[in-house]
């Protein structure tokens, strides 16, 4: 049974930073795709940066420059380096993993950034 476990999240002023944390737990095969969505109030889920096991990376527009993803394939971790964060970054933050033919998600963060 996979899990994931998100941490990291907290309040920050506009223009800091924080880090985010995501541990995998169970079998996740030799080839992922490990990923950070984040969803707003009233909004939608959207992707905010994923990575391959490979290190393959893409970055949401809004977010590029910004965040940086990264992974430990041994530790099976992934992590979000979130800096010059803004109001908008707002949002409960999700970590994703992607195996074929399977989706798992961890249980969100909260990232809330004042202004």
């Known amino acids: 049974q996979v899990q994931l476990v998100e941490s990291g999240g907290g309040l920050v002023q506009a223009g800091g930073s924080l880090r985010l944390s995501c541990a995998a737990s169970?079998?996740?095969?030799?080839?992922?795709?490990m990923g950070w969505y984040r969803q707003a109030p009233g909004k939608q889920r959207d992707q905010v940066a994923i990575i391959s096991s490979i290190g393959t990376t893409n970055y949401a527009n809004s977010v590029k420059g910004r965040f940086t993803i990264s992974r430990d394939n041994a530790k099976k971790m992934v992590y979000l380096q979130m800096d010059s964060l803004k109001p908008e970054d707002t949002a409960v933050y999700y970590c994703?993993?992607?195996?074929?033919?399977?989706?798992?998600w961890g249980q969100g963060t909260q990232v809330t950034v004042s202004s």
């Open positions: 169970g079998s996740i095969g030799s080839y992922n795709v």
């Open positions: 994703n993993l992607k195996l074929i033919g399977q989706d798992y």
